[in-house]
């Protein structure tokens, strides 16, 4: 294998240029070219390639967003448009291809291998860390610290007022982010599609900590829970109590940007060197991660099938410790 490729596809996630860096540097420590993709599959589809050297990925480990910007590609759903980005690759002299995304990513690049047969490594760059095969996900470490950030200033004036808040994290469909921030920020209750709260539950969570002197409450709440977003599940709660006076925030895309946190940077950099290394020994169709601290190469299927599931133990400790 002498010439790879690099894009990254879906929502940007903190330290994934740091991950285009190490498969950057480590091909050409190995003395192969490298290309990166522009826009992601949408890239693969228009021809938007560059040739990358090391100084084009030099100061790029602590920055956030990607450098080679992301898209969704409705065009690379369909087989025809697999086949056209597998006929620019061939053209362009490009052996195989590194894609650093989440699920909707891995799914295309799983199709894409399968179909034309070319060699294809995954790296798991989502802050969802919603994905089998690693034990976290490029970027959510960093989001979690954002949270926290937040929500720790968010208390200040919870505190100084009395007042009930209820932030909104992202995850449509998994409550990490939500459960490790709630822990993390001393959250009365946290509000996640895998924990099944139900909005009487969590008014009987508030009413125990009136009962204990409790003045002020912030309430965690993942985007893709069951019983609405932070907007209605306030209004609800709100109608069954309304001892607090109620504010809202809604965190949104502030999770997904900022500089990566050391342990992003030094996880995406290891990852980036096993793609690289991976497609050297001829695997395809597999991400990289890293399981126990040890690098692991999982199959897309496995990958994107047997979605992580939040820990139970923490999902108790988060109860005990809101009284």
Known sequence: MKKIAVLTSGGDAPGMNAAIRAVVRTAVFHDMEVVGVF????GLIDGDFKR??????AKILGRGGTILKSARCQDFHEAEGRKRAHVNLVEAGIDGLVVIGGNGTFTGAMKFGRETGFSVVGLPGTIDNDLSGSDSTIGFDTAINTVVEAVDKIRDTADSHNRLFFVEVMGRDSGF??????IATGAVAVMTPEM??????LVAVLAAGEQS????????VAEGDPNGGAYEIAKRVQAKNDT??????????LQRGGSPSCFDRVLASRLGVAAVEALRQGHTDVMAGVINDRIELTP????ISNKSTINEDEVRIARILSI
């Open 39 to 42: 826009q992601g599959y949408q």
């Open 52 to 57: 990358l050297h090391v100084r084009s990925v």
């Open 177 to 182: 982010i939500a459960l490790k921030s709630g």
């Open 196 to 201: 099944g709260m139900s909005i009487d539950d």
């Open 213 to 220: 002197n409790k003045t002020s409450s912030i309430v965690i």
């Open 244 to 253: 607090y006076e109620t504010r809202i925030t809604v965190l949104g895309h």
């Open 300 to 303: 897309f299927q496995m990958a």
